[in-house]
């Protein structure tokens, strides 16, 4: 008997087999396609955006950074360095990238050595080209193999080396960087350093640079710094300022342009020895403190300039801030009789008086509701117009200065330069104060002509003495001479413009008159007939100048002070045929001499053998003072 028949589906291996070939057929398909786009991609990359790929990657990796130009230096008037820069280098590594070339360098060559071994090598190198020390910083093998070993991106091992020394670490060793560093050196260090400043390496700044801290190196930065150049480095990461070290990682864009040089007014023999002077007449005398100008009096260039405090700027991290002032242009003072060459112009210039003008002098004065007497005690006298400077009579300069009369006064007090600054170039200066005519009260006049109720620094103090030694032309002071560019090229500078203060014929009458300060009289009037400053006399030249004393402010009461005193003195040599101008000021001297007069005579004796100044034809005529 049959079976029925079944009615079944398609065999289940029949049906498997057929969705495998169809998906195969399409996976293929796929992949086919997908090389094709790979294939186009490859041949775009490759060909038609190969070079703007390549100019991007290099990009990503490269960085401008700026080339320091180097810095001026500052000369005296015949050319000898008081500062200029010398190029050093600084050696650094970048750790990351000096084990990943080292791992690289392994790999192919297993027998190098290992990575300690590498640093090791360095470190011992580093000892054996620098020595144990560098600029006060430790190179020996040790230290140098402690900082190489530091897990850090970046790691500076020394700075301040010299460039030949650091290019052979560099060529022997192409992981260990160099980069620019500049020393600034003052070859002689205190010398002229309240004047020069100081100035210094910058290698936190943006961009590192050589930047002036303190007096000219600050004063005059910009014309000193040139400009910067610009190059391509590569870098650890795009804009980051980490250089990667080896060779052909750099490229100049733009050649930096060296800073100008200064050359100044002073002369560095002169100057040398006038702050040796100065120190030594300070401390001999136990004043506070001590200062110094010498002026060229056809020019008014400041020859030299000394302070008895100074500092090396070199190392001027310990300078004190009384040591870094530079009192002649920032400190002032009431300068005492000094001032009262004012009224002698005045007088004379007016018609007022003559030389030989015979004055009634009282021993006081009474102005407004102040009483003023001479500094030595007398009843009437009868004075001889130059006997009331020669003796510097109170008295006898206020009756003067009250036929003058306030308004002239005032103008004249200008004229010298008074109030302002003397736009010198250096920087710090002080104007003075001279109280406004509108302001003065009536004693005010009873104080101004005798050098109180003012005050003024010692470079225009100075600088009103190169006015009557001049012929009665004051030019302002100045201390730099030239602009000297890097190929050498010579930019002198335009002396300033000078004003006329009196006539020269006034001008030689006061200081004919002032000659007679250092008068030293004999026989027995010898003390009434003699001068105050006799110790300024030297011998063979005739001195014109002028003593002062000017009591100082007492901070516990605001009054004048009966212990405390600027001294001060300005001087002309020789009188007859003015070369030299020298101011003075002495703050609160307590052992004697008490007096600027010496120093003044021992700067003048140096200034006449240095620059050979001839002799006087003929010696300062004794004349009479007090009749």
């Given at each position: 008997m049959?079976?029925?028949?079944?009615?079944?589906?398609?065999?289940?291996?029949?049906r498997?087999?057929?969705n495998?070939?169809?998906r195969?057929?399409?996976?293929?398909?796929?992949l086919v396609?997908?090389?094709l786009l790979?294939g186009v991609?490859l041949v775009?990359?490759?060909?038609?955006?190969?070079e703007?790929?390549s100019?991007?990657?290099?990009?990503?990796?490269?960085?401008?950074i700026?080339?320091?130009?180097?810095?001026?230096?500052?000369?005296?008037r015949?050319?000898?360095?008081?500062?200029?820069?010398?190029e050093?280098r600084?050696?650094y590594v970048?750790p990351?990238?000096?084990r990943?070339e080292?791992?690289t360098?392994l790999?192919?060559?297993?027998?190098i050595g290992?990575f300690?071994?590498?640093?090791a090598?360095?470190?011992?190198?580093?000892?054996?080209t620098?020595g144990?020390?560098v600029?006060g910083?430790k190179t020996?093998?040790d230290?140098?193999l402690?900082?190489?070993s530091?897990?850090?991106?970046y790691v500076?091992?020394v700075?301040?080396v010299d460039?030949?020394k650091?290019?052979?670490i560099t060529?022997?060793y192409?992981?260990?960087?160099?980069?620019?560093?500049?020393?600034?050196v003052?070859?002689?260090g205190?010398?002229?350093?309240n004047i020069?400043?100081?100035?210094?390496?910058?290698?936190?700044?943006d961009?590192?640079?050589?930047?002036?801290?303190?007096?000219?190196e600050i004063?005059?930065?910009?014309?000193l710094?040139?400009?910067?150049?610009?190059r391509?480095?590569?870098?650890?990461?795009?804009?980051?300022?980490?250089?990667?070290?080896g060779?052909?990682?750099?490229?100049?864009?733009a050649?930096?342009?060296p800073g100008?040089?200064?050359e100044?007014?002073?002369d560095?023999?002169?100057?040398?020895?006038l702050?040796?002077m100065?120190?030594?007449?300070?401390?001999k005398?136990?004043a506070r403190?001590?200062s110094?100008?010498?002026l060229?009096?056809?020019?008014?260039?400041?020859?030299a300039?000394?302070?008895d405090?100074?500092?090396?700027p070199?190392?001027?991290?310990k300078?004190?801030?009384?040591?870094?002032?530079n009192?002649?242009?920032t400190?002032?003072?009431e300068p005492?009789?000094v001032?009262k060459?004012?009224?002698?112009a005045?007088?004379i210039e007016d018609g007022?008086?003559?030389?030989?003008?015979v004055?009634?002098v009282d021993?006081r004065?009474k102005?407004?509701d102040r009483?003023?007497?001479?500094?030595?005690?007398h009843?009437?006298?009868d004075?001889?117009?130059t006997?009331?400077?020669?003796?510097?009579s109170?008295?006898?300069?206020l009756?003067?200065?009250?036929k003058?009369?306030?308004?002239?006064?005032?103008?004249?007090?200008?004229?010298f330069g008074?109030?302002?600054?003397?736009?010198s170039?250096?920087?710090?200066?002080?104007?003075?104060?001279?109280?406004?005519?509108?302001?003065w009260s009536?004693?005010?006049?009873?104080?101004?002509?005798?050098?109180?109720?003012?005050?003024?620094?010692?470079?225009?103090?100075?600088?009103?003495y190169q006015?009557?030694?001049n012929?009665?032309?004051r030019?302002?002071?100045?201390?730099?001479?030239a602009?000297?560019s890097d190929?050498?090229g010579?930019?002198?500078m335009s002396?300033?413009?000078?004003e006329?203060?009196?006539?020269?014929?006034?001008a030689?009458?006061?200081r004919?008159?002032?000659r007679?300060?250092?008068q030293?009289?004999s026989g027995p009037?010898?003390?009434v007939q003699?001068?105050t400053?006799?110790?300024?006399?030297l011998?063979?030249?005739?001195i014109?100048?002028?003593?002062g004393?000017?009591?100082?402010?007492?901070?516990?009461?605001?009054?004048?002070s009966s212990?405390?005193?600027?001294?001060?003195?300005?001087?002309?040599l020789?009188?007859d045929?003015?070369?030299?101008?020298?101011?003075?000021?002495l703050?609160?001297p307590?052992e004697s001499p008490?007096?600027?007069?010496?120093?003044?005579?021992d700067v003048?004796?140096?200034?006449?053998?240095r620059y050979?100044?001839?002799m006087?034809a003929e010696?300062?005529p004794?004349?009479p003072?007090?009749?």
């Amino acid at each position: 008997m049959r079976r029925p028949l079944s009615v079944r589906g398609p065999a289940p291996g029949r049906r498997r087999g057929g969705n495998s070939r169809v998906r195969l057929a399409v996976g293929r398909l796929l992949l086919v396609g997908a090389l094709l786009l790979a294939g186009v991609k490859l041949v775009q990359v490759q060909g038609f955006q190969a070079e703007a790929l390549s100019a991007q990657a290099e990009r990503q990796r490269a960085t401008e950074i700026d080339i320091p130009a180097p810095r001026g230096s500052i000369l005296d008037r015949n050319g000898n360095q008081l500062a200029f820069s010398v190029e050093a280098r600084a050696l650094y590594v970048v750790p990351p990238r000096m084990r990943e070339e080292w791992a690289t360098a392994l790999a192919a060559d297993p027998d190098i050595g290992s990575f300690e071994d590498r640093i090791a090598d360095i470190a011992a190198f580093i000892e054996q080209t620098l020595g144990k020390e560098v600029a006060g910083q430790k190179t020996d093998r040790d230290t140098m193999l402690a900082k190489l070993s530091l897990d850090t991106t970046y790691v500076e091992l020394v700075d301040n080396v010299d460039p030949g020394k650091a290019a052979v670490i560099t060529e022997k060793y192409n992981n260990v960087g160099s980069e620019y560093r500049a020393v600034r050196v003052y070859p002689n260090g205190e010398l002229a350093s309240n004047i020069i400043g100081a100035a210094n390496w910058r290698k936190n700044e943006d961009p590192p640079a050589t930047r002036g801290l303190l007096g000219l190196e600050i004063a005059q930065d910009n014309l000193l710094a040139g400009s910067n150049g610009q190059r391509i480095v590569d870098t650890m990461q795009g804009n980051d300022n980490v250089v990667i070290p080896g060779p052909n990682r750099s490229r100049e864009l733009a050649a930096a342009i060296p800073g100008k040089s200064l050359e100044l007014t002073l002369d560095v023999d002169t100057q040398y020895a006038l702050q040796g002077m100065v120190t030594e007449y300070t401390k001999k005398t136990k004043a506070r403190s001590g200062s110094a100008v010498v002026l060229d009096v056809r020019t008014g260039e400041i020859l030299a300039m000394a302070n008895d405090k100074t500092f090396d700027p070199n190392d001027f991290g310990k300078a004190t801030e009384d040591q870094l002032r530079n009192i002649a242009v920032t400190s002032v003072f009431e300068p005492g009789s000094v001032n009262k060459v004012v009224t002698a112009a005045a007088a004379i210039e007016d018609g007022i008086y003559q030389p030989d003008s015979v004055l009634e002098v009282d021993g006081r004065i009474k102005v407004a509701d102040r009483t003023i007497s001479d500094w030595w005690q007398h009843g009437p006298l009868d004075m001889t117009f130059t006997g009331v400077f020669a003796k510097s009579s109170n008295v006898g300069t206020l009756l003067t200065a009250q036929k003058i009369g306030q308004d002239r006064y005032s103008d004249m007090l200008r004229k010298f330069g008074l109030g302002k600054r003397t736009q010198s170039g250096l920087p710090g200066e002080e104007p003075g104060y001279v109280p406004p005519l509108n302001q003065w009260s009536g004693s005010t006049f009873g104080n101004l002509p005798i050098g109180q109720g003012l005050n003024m620094t010692l470079l225009q103090m100075t600088s009103m003495y190169q006015a009557i030694a001049n012929d009665g032309v004051r030019i302002p002071p100045r201390i730099v001479r030239a602009e000297v560019s890097d190929d050498g090229g010579r930019k002198e500078m335009s002396p300033p413009d000078g004003e006329r203060v009196v006539s020269p014929q006034t001008a030689k009458t006061v200081r004919d008159m002032f000659r007679s300060v250092m008068q030293n009289a004999s026989g027995p009037d010898a003390l009434v007939q003699s001068g105050t400053g006799t110790p300024a006399a030297l011998p063979g030249y005739q001195i014109s100048g002028k003593t002062g004393t000017a009591q100082q402010i007492d901070p516990k009461c605001g009054c004048y002070s009966s212990s405390d005193y600027w001294i001060t003195f300005a001087g002309i040599l020789p009188a007859d045929n003015p070369r030299f101008v020298v101011g003075i000021m002495l703050d609160n001297p307590t052992e004697s001499p008490q007096s600027a007069a010496p120093l003044f005579r021992d700067v003048a004796s140096y200034l006449s053998q240095r620059y050979q100044v001839p002799m006087s034809a003929e010696q300062s005529p004794t004349v009479p003072l007090v009749l």
